[in-house]
């Protein structure tokens, strides 16, 4: 037997399940059928057991398989109800069905009503209102419905109501397999009156999810249950509620936050009731949310090229609803320009919108029905600004030297504290301080990655010294039998090993994040190779394809390093590496220049290694597994070799598991967001379980996504998620050029985070994702995202306004061109002959030749091939442009 664990010892989910059932569930659940689902309400509280879809009856939306252990007081399900009141202006008083559990008194149900119930037996008997609760089907839609009536002599203010939204994302005790099978996770549109809730299986395969408005239920803002007592953690994110009303807390914890919406109340006169309500609505997967809206006849918002708005950008915006619009209304009154515009087709109004005002900014849209749609935009600078400011910060702010610097981390860009505006040089968390892994490597590989897309020869002059002298010997060993190995951490807690003094007292090292000089000289942690890579990568092209851009090594020290480090990853670290790894396409780039170099010996040796991953991957039914339960980085290179090597099934099934965790929202902080919720603890500086706003999964997980979009160019859902997480990645920086680990999304705060963090993981897929699409669609017309489009006859024109400009794809002919040297001021395209005109900037200093690689990744019927017109030759796969001091026109026609 083994020896029972004592209460010390117990896990946050042992204890949980120790405390005492007020739910009732053993009393047994009444059960419904519905068009759609298949309905299981626990007798004594009438709140859901079980919420099935009938085309899918083992799958269950809410967290039913943890209902015996969710079962005490204060732990919230689906039915419930949170409300703040105040009577005659005094102080608010908070109400919640869950709170203190007692039978409710059920009611008559018949007609359209599955069941009904009287909740004031679990509610205190002193608050002011009746609720009632309806189960109703509503034209076939199941229907989640309070009836609030005043019973007092007194008008009653309704501060805050909240619908608790509790559906499956519970992940503790289930394997990868189990919780694509069974979990779901949950994004909030709050648009008001057109808000609503998306619930989307992990593996993004259909039945989706839809909460709606039933009534006049507006979605106003979204709030964490953090009273719940159900662990929050890696394994759990936590539950929200949909707030109807959001007075009460914009007054006392909100005060400080400038909330989505603005908040409101409603009043109830004596005797008076209200209704709220929300519909649930079965669709099909993720990129069927759009169909459902309209089919639901709720408006519908496509933003392009997103809702972050570069302030050289000309964007559009297509709204779909029944009614007309009546008006539109910009808070703060100066940050958008928005004009009516011609729509393309009939079913759409069209709106030009230009963003004028640095922030944040909000559209209120109110349609001739009176209902209120609100669209949340991020205006910044134009792109080449942003990075050009973000370059410039890394290198001052955080450029690091101390030639007594213990820890060899000098010169180096190291972690910087925006709010006290310093340097971070210690942290419990030895990684912040010591250069490596996500969370110390972020400044560095930033600043490295930034060069990629908008080169400075002052900086990389810098940044050769940190290769040379800290990354090269110290980061990353360069003798004895580890050679290429890549350390943990270069900061460490070892007291007796330093003079007193070195550590600060103001800080807590009891703990285990505060490594020991052992465990962060470790080199077994494969995620912190791929930063080391992409570092020597950079360097490589800036070496090969400009002049004296670098000079402290030829071009072929950098890509020779980075293939040993490569190589050294499985190598020395391979148990991570049986996973995908954050920024871990930078391997199939190095394998593709070492093969365009004539590396052949090298090149076959890392294709035969990382091939050796792909089959493991291509065995197993979600390949995208990391050290934690659940994660959203390992798929950007699961699916970049699984394409590579041919398992097109595990690449498929990779994308549909991105776009499952990476939602298509009328908002800029949800919009292209791909999921994550812990990394505030290892990377932030506020510390806690949030759903992160555009962490570095938003541009990493871009990768695959656009890369899919090329192969199938008529996919323009695809384009416009993958559009949001590239430029979502850099709403965050501010306008000095700081870059945060994210943007905290709680209500109470809505603000960055004060910590630079692990900022440099998604910069790298913001840089290599740096590209303007130029695409076609029946119904919106002639699109361009990273650019501005104008149709002249048979021409459509693109102005490139991405930091880089050295990339485009043109999806009507299927072909991508990127410029590994030079700058693309215009582009057209004939429509009826296919022939690519472009204009590049002349020659600068370390320019003097562009680099063109033409590629079609997809087959477009009367597009099979193009080259430029005029005798250029090729090498190393590039078609070489000799610039002059003017602009050089290129022609490139269809062969």
């Known amino acids: 037997m083994f020896p029972v664990a004592t209460v010390a010892q117990q896990s946050p989910w042992q204890r949980l399940a120790q405390r005492s059932a007020t739910l009732g569930w053993e009393q047994g659940v009444t059960e419904f059928k519905t068009p759609s689902f298949l309905l299981s309400l626990v007798k004594s509280s009438q709140t859901v057991a079980a919420l099935k879809p009938v085309m899918l009856p083992g799958f269950d939306f809410t967290p039913g398989d943890s209902i015996k252990v969710r079962s005490s007081n204060g732990m919230y399900h689906l039915g419930d109800l949170n409300l703040r009141l105040r009577s005659g202006g005094g102080d608010w008083i908070n109400y919640a069905t869950a709170a203190d559990r007692k039978p409710v008194q059920a009611l008559a149900a018949g007609g359209n009503v599955l069941a009904a119930a009287d909740l004031s037996a679990t509610l205190p008997g002193s608050i002011p209102v009746q609720v009632k609760r309806y189960w109703q089907l509503e034209n076939n839609v199941l229907v989640l419905r309070f009836e609030l009536t005043n019973k007092t002599n007194a008008t009653v203010e309704i501060g805050a109501l909240g619908i608790p939204m509790i559906f499956n994302n519970l992940l503790e005790g289930k394997s990868l397999e189990q919780a694509h099978a069974s979990n779901v996770f949950y994004d909030p549109y709050t648009g008001r009156d057109a808000g609503y809730l998306q619930v989307t299986r992990l593996s993004g395969e259909k039945p989706s999810l839809l909460v709606l408005p039933f009534g006049k239920t507006p979605f106003e803002a979204y709030n964490p249950l953090l009273d719940d007592p159900t662990p929050r953690g890696i394994v759990f994110e936590g539950f929200y509620e949909w707030m109807v009303h959001s007075k009460a807390y914009a007054e006392t914890e909100w005060k400080k936050t400038n909330p989505w919406n603005e908040p409101s109340s409603a009043v109830?006169?004596?005797?008076?009731?209200?209704?709220?309500?929300?519909?649930?609505?079965?669709?099909?997967?993720?990129?069927?949310?759009?169909?459902?809206?309209?089919?639901?006849?709720?408006?519908?918002?496509?933003?392009?090229?997103?809702?972050?708005?570069?302030?050289?950008?000309?964007?559009?915006?297509?709204?779909?609803?029944?009614?007309?619009?009546?008006?539109?209304?910009?808070?703060?009154?100066?940050?958008?320009?928005?004009?009516?515009?011609?729509?393309?087709?009939?079913?759409?109004?069209?709106?030009?919108?230009?963003?004028?005002?640095?922030?944040?900014?909000?559209?209120?849209?109110?349609?001739?029905?009176?209902?209120?749609?609100?669209?949340?935009?991020?205006?910044?600078?134009?792109?080449?600004?942003?990075i050009r400011d973000y370059g410039n910060f890394l290198t001052n702010q955080q450029w690091y030297v101390n030639n007594n610097d213990t820890f060899h981390r000098s010169p180096s860009v190291i972690s910087y504290d925006n709010e006290k505006k310093q340097q971070v040089t210690q942290d419990n968390r030895a990684w912040i301080a010591g250069l490596s892994d996500e969370g110390g490597a972020g400044g560095w590989l930033g600043a490295t990655m930034k060069q990629l897309v908008l080169p400075d020869k002052t900086q990389v002059r810098k940044l050769e010294s940190f290769v040379d002298q800290t990354l090269w010997g110290h980061i990353q060993l360069s003798s004895g039998d580890k050679k290429y190995g890549v350390r943990k951490s270069l900061f460490y807690y070892e007291p007796a090993l330093m003079p007193p003094g070195t550590y600060s007292a103001d800080i807590n090292f009891k703990t285990w994040s505060a490594w020991p000089r052992k465990e962060a000289e470790s080199i077994e942690r494969s995620y912190n190779y791929p930063h080391v890579a992409a570092a020597h990568w950079v360097l490589y092209r800036l070496a090969k394809y400009h002049t004296q851009m670098v000079t402290n090594h030829s071009w072929n020290w950098y890509l020779s390093n980075a293939f040993h480090t490569a190589m050294a990853m499985v190598e020395h670290a391979p148990y991570y590496a049986q996973f995908g790894q954050m920024e871990g396409s930078v391997f199939l780039l190095i394998l593709k220049d070492l093969k365009a170099e004539g590396m052949t010996k090298e090149a076959e040796t890392l294709e035969a290694e990382m091939k050796k991953r792909a089959i493991h991957w291509s065995k197993l039914e979600y390949p995208f597994g990391s050290e934690m339960p659940w994660d959203s980085t390992g798929q950007e290179e699961v699916y970049v070799w699984s394409l590579f090597f041919g398992f097109v099934d595990k690449a498929e099934v990779t994308i549909k598991a991105i776009l499952a965790y990476t939602p298509s929202v009328p908002?800029?902080?949800?919009?292209?967001?791909?999921?994550?919720?812990?990394?505030?603890?290892?990377?932030?500086?506020?510390?806690?379980?949030?759903?992160?706003?555009?962490?570095?999964?938003?541009?990493?997980?871009?990768?695959?996504?656009?890369?899919?979009?090329?192969?199938?160019?008529?996919?323009?859902?695809?384009?416009?998620?993958?559009?949001?997480?590239?430029?979502?990645?850099?709403?965050?920086?501010?306008?000095?050029?700081?870059?945060p680990c994210a943007f905290h999304s709680f209500p109470n705060t809505l603000e960055n985070d004060g910590l630079s963090g692990d900022y440099g993981s998604g910069f790298y897929?913001?840089?290599?994702?740096?590209?303007?699409?130029?695409?076609?669609?029946?119904?919106?017309?002639?699109?361009?995202?990273?650019?501005?489009?104008?149709?002249?006859?048979?021409?459509?024109?693109?102005?490139?306004?991405?930091?880089?400009?050295?990339?485009?794809?043109?999806?009507?002919?299927?072909?991508?061109?990127?410029?590994?040297?030079?700058?693309?001021?215009?582009?057209?395209?004939?429509?009826?002959?296919?022939?690519?005109?472009?204009?590049?900037?002349?020659?600068?200093?370390?320019?003097?030749?562009?680099y063109l690689k033409i590629e079609q990744p997809a087959s477009v019927t009367g597009r099979t091939g193009y080259e430029p017109a005029g005798k250029y030759s090729i090498k190393n796969g590039n078609w070489i442009i000799p610039l002059t001091k003017g602009a050089v026109k290129l022609v490139l026609r269809p062969v």
Not at 355 to 377: F, P
Not at 808 to 826: D, H, K, Q, R
């Open 765 to 850: 897929g913001y840089a290599v994702n740096s590209a303007t699409y130029i695409t076609q669609n029946a119904e919106l017309g002639w699109l361009a995202f990273g650019g501005n489009l104008k149709e002249n006859k048979d021409r459509v024109e693109v102005t490139p306004t991405t930091a880089s400009r050295n990339a485009v794809y043109l999806a009507p002919a299927g072909l991508w061109l990127s410029f590994a040297a030079g700058t693309i001021n215009n582009v057209s395209y004939n429509v009826k002959s296919g022939e690519v005109t472009i204009i590049l900037d002349g020659a600068a200093d370390t320019t003097p030749n562009a």
């Open 268 to 386: 109830l006169k004596p005797g008076e009731s209200r209704s709220y309500g929300v519909q649930l609505v079965l669709c099909g997967g993720p990129k069927d949310i759009e169909a459902a809206l309209a089919a639901h006849q709720r408006p519908l918002a496509v933003g392009i090229p997103g809702y972050v708005l570069p302030q050289d950008v000309n964007a559009r915006l297509f709204l779909q609803y029944k009614a007309r619009v009546r008006s539109v209304e910009v808070s703060p009154a100066n940050a958008l320009q928005v004009k009516a515009a011609k729509a393309p087709h009939r079913q759409w109004t069209a709106f030009d919108v230009k963003g004028i005002a640095w922030g944040r900014a909000r559209l209120t849209v109110t349609y001739e029905d009176g209902l209120v749609q609100t669209i949340q935009y991020k205006v910044i600078k134009p792109e080449k600004e942003v």
């Open 667 to 739: 908002s800029w902080a949800y919009n292209g967001n791909a999921r994550r919720y812990w990394d505030f603890l290892y990377g932030g500086k506020l510390s806690r379980i949030e759903r992160m706003i555009h962490h570095y999964g938003s541009e990493l997980n871009a990768i695959p996504l656009l890369q899919e979009y090329r192969r199938k160019p008529n996919d323009l859902y695809m384009l416009r998620v993958a559009y949001g997480g590239v430029l979502g990645g850099i709403s965050t920086i501010t306008e000095d050029g700081f870059a």
